[in-house]
């Protein structure tokens, strides 16, 4: 799926709408950190921390966009940060370009399971009243 498409710029877009513009009461806590995959920085794209209501979580997503480097860090709304507690994370990454046998072409950067909270199988905790960094080297 490429990260222009409808269908993705829909679920992104739906995401943020849950989220809300307007800050919040809801206690930040300071997450930075760095996506690998397979051994490589992420060279852009998007990580989504979702609150994990199941895990008695509640609050505001967070999301940041991943760096030429690979680091991030979170913004609720528009704060710095992210509410305490169980996350399930997902990271959409923009596409790279490959060389084909025959011409240049497209491929993802990533699988397209992380682009799914329920597919990644990325949790995380973040702890409160103490900076995080939460790094992930995906596979």
Same mark, same amino acid.
């Given at each position: 799926?490429?990260?222009?498409?409808?269908?993705? =710029?829909?679920?992104?877009?739906?995401?943020?709408l849950l989220a809300g513009c307007q800050p919040s009461n809801e206690p930040m806590t300071l997450?930075?950190?760095?996506?690998?995959?397979?051994? =490589?920085?992420?060279? #852009?794209?998007?990580?989504?921390? /979702?609150? @994990?209501?199941?895990?008695?979580?509640?609050?505001? /997503? +967070?999301?940041?966009?991943?760096?030429? !480097?690979g680091t991030y860090t979170l913004m609720t709304n528009t704060l710095l940060g992210a509410v305490?507690?169980?996350?399930?994370?997902?990271?959409?990454?923009?596409?790279?370009?490959?060389?084909?046998?025959?011409?240049? +072409?497209?491929?993802? +950067?990533?699988?397209?399971?992380?682009? @799914?909270?329920? =597919?990644? #199988?990325?949790?995380?905790?973040? =702890?409160?009243?103490?900076?995080?960094?939460?790094?992930? !080297?995906? !596979?």
């Amino acid at each position: 799926m490429c990260i222009s498409s409808p269908r993705y =710029l829909s679920l992104l877009a739906g995401l943020l709408l849950l989220a809300g513009c307007q800050p919040s009461n809801e206690p930040m806590t300071l997450v930075r950190g760095k996506v690998l995959y397979k051994g =490589l920085p992420v060279a #852009g794209g998007t990580i989504v921390f /979702i609150p @994990d209501t199941s895990r008695g979580t509640h609050g505001s /997503i +967070a999301t940041a966009e991943i760096q030429p !480097d690979g680091t991030y860090t979170l913004m609720t709304n528009t704060l710095l940060g992210a509410v305490p507690g169980h996350h399930r994370v997902t990271v959409a990454s923009h596409q790279v370009p490959y060389l084909a046998v025959s011409a240049p +072409a497209w491929r993802p +950067a990533l699988p397209s399971k992380y682009r @799914d909270p329920h =597919l990644s #199988g990325l949790v995380r905790e973040v =702890l409160p009243n103490t900076p995080n960094s939460i790094n992930f !080297d995906l !596979d």
